[in-house]
């Protein structure tokens, strides 16, 4: 029986109360909890584009030396468990559920005691909390959600604070400059709390580099203070050379496509060896190459198949278009690109395939799995405007066609627009890493054998 059934139901309903940009509820929830956040050592990890994976990053290092860790990321691509990780693995149901109780009760006794309805997200927030303080963790990879300043992860006190790429997103709430942005990502920055700053423009980086500054923080700027080279790209993965001022790791393989990676790659690397600091203490060398190496995080870049190549990746805005097209062009992938897409109605969907239409040679528009879709219609036609052969079908349609069109012509498709489109992608292809066993056929076997099926003759009585 799935004992946290109840308290995602509720979580469901809570959907209803939107967006909250503020702390004050939360902070009602954590009092009534008996304050769960206060025990935990996060690297919380706030940015536009990057901050998933460089949590992932950080987390597989952390246990490869041998450490207790959490990771709480957002959203999910198959199941709610997926946000609060414990030693490597999602929450069990068990877990959850009773996490989920003391959650529920707590927001109601913050209600009758004046206090506004939680969100979804602060009560999934506070559910991370509690489960990381029954668990006994202490140390957590701590995504934000939405901006930061105001966000329900900002009650904790970081170990580390760490911000990565900041682009255009989310302008109605975050505000709609690069500067404005970058001082709500800056509002996870903590008096004396060392920070990490990843790649990002020069006017965003002034901001985090001030605000750093202000506190009396020490600002690690990871594209100074470790070096990535790419030794070789490929759908499958990176190679990289990684050094820092205090180690020389070698040649580093990373299980994550895409050079884009390589940034995150540095800015893990810069926010563990900041940890390192804080708590005292060296990770072994081995543990950062042996944990790279195990990095587990589906849909980006994620190569599902070979025969068609297929990769799903959850890129969603314009920086993160702009990097996926690089990507595509130093991955090795012959042949034209298939484009199986869709959006929420609040992403810049035309600026997005403006930049990405001029790699791909067909392509199939889908209305993603949420209440924001954007309409497979209105994809299709964006697609059309700006030069792409596109059609609209739905998901199960669109990759049956891709890939029966990729092999034909001898080429690949790519998966992309949105983490929820990733995600169900993900499930139909039955691509999860957790739900197939290692050495298991390709799980797109049944894909193709309906295609060479369709290619024989027909049988004939004898």
């Not at 302008?171 to 800056?186: F, M, N, R, S, V």
């Not at 790649?199 to 506190?215: K, Q």
């Not at 528009?365 to 994809?379: D, F």
């Amino acid at each position: 029986m799935d004992t946290s059934c109840g308290f995602l139901e509720a979580l469901a309903a809570r959907q209803r109360f939107g967006v909250r940009q503020g702390l004050e509820v939360m902070e009602a929830l954590m009092a009534q909890m008996g304050r769960p956040e206060s025990g935990l050592a996060p690297i919380h990890i706030a940015g536009t584009n990057g901050k998933g994976s460089v949590a992932a990053m950080t987390d597989a290092v952390l246990r490869a030396a041998g450490l207790t860790c959490g990771r709480y990321t957002s959203p999910h691509l198959q199941r709610f468990n997926e946000r609060i990780f414990v030693n490597g693995a999602a929450v069990a149901d068990a877990a959850l559920g009773e996490a989920g109780r003391a959650v529920e009760a707590a927001a109601r006794a913050a209600v009758a005691a004046g206090a506004e309805e939680p969100t979804f997200f602060e009560c999934a927030t506070a559910a991370a909390f509690e489960v990381y303080r029954r668990a006994g963790v202490r140390l957590v990879a701590l995504e934000t959600g939405l901006g930061g300043r105001l966000d329900a992860t900002n009650v904790v006190t970081p170990l580390v604070s760490v911000i990565t790429r900041i682009g255009l997103e989310h302008t109605q709430w975050l505000g709609d400059t690069l500067a404005k942005i970058a001082g709500e990502k800056a509002g996870i920055i903590k008096p004396g709390r060392p920070v990490v700053c990843g790649a990002m423009p020069d006017e965003a980086r002034a901001v985090i580099r001030r605000r750093a500054a202000d506190l009396g923080c020490r600002l690690v700027d990871a594209g100074e203070a470790v070096s990535v080279s790419a030794v070789r790209s490929r759908p499958e993965g990176l190679e990289a050379r990684v050094s820092t001022a205090s180690r020389d790791l070698g040649k580093v393989t990373l299980p994550l496509g895409g050079l884009f990676q390589c940034e995150n790659l540095a800015t893990a690397v810069a926010a563990l060896e900041a940890a390192e600091e804080a708590l005292g203490l060296r990770l072994p060398d081995a543990a950062f190459r042996e944990g790279l190496a195990g990095v587990c995080w589906p849909g980006r870049f994620q190569l599902v198949s070979r025969e068609p190549p297929v990769i799903v990746d959850g890129a969603h805005n314009p920086d993160c278009a702009a990097a996926l097209r690089v990507a595509l062009k130093k991955s090795g992938l012959r042949g034209p690109l298939g484009l199986v897409a869709g959006f929420c109605d609040d992403k810049d969907a035309g600026a997005f395939l403006k930049i990405l239409a001029p790699s791909f040679a067909r392509a199939w528009a889908v209305t993603i799995p949420s209440p924001r879709a954007l309409a497979g219609g209105a994809v299709s036609a964006l697609m059309r405007a700006h030069g792409l052969a596109a059609r609209e079908a739905e998901l199960g349609d669109a990759l049956d066609e891709a890939r029966a069109w990729a092999l034909a012509e001898g080429g690949a498709v790519v998966v992309c627009g949105s983490l929820f489109l990733a995600g169900e992608a993900l499930t139909r292809l039955h691509a999860f890493p957790w739900a197939t066993p290692a050495g298991a056929a390709d799980p797109n076997e049944a894909f193709l054998g309906r295609q060479r099926r369709a290619a024989e003759p027909p049988a004939t009585g004898g």
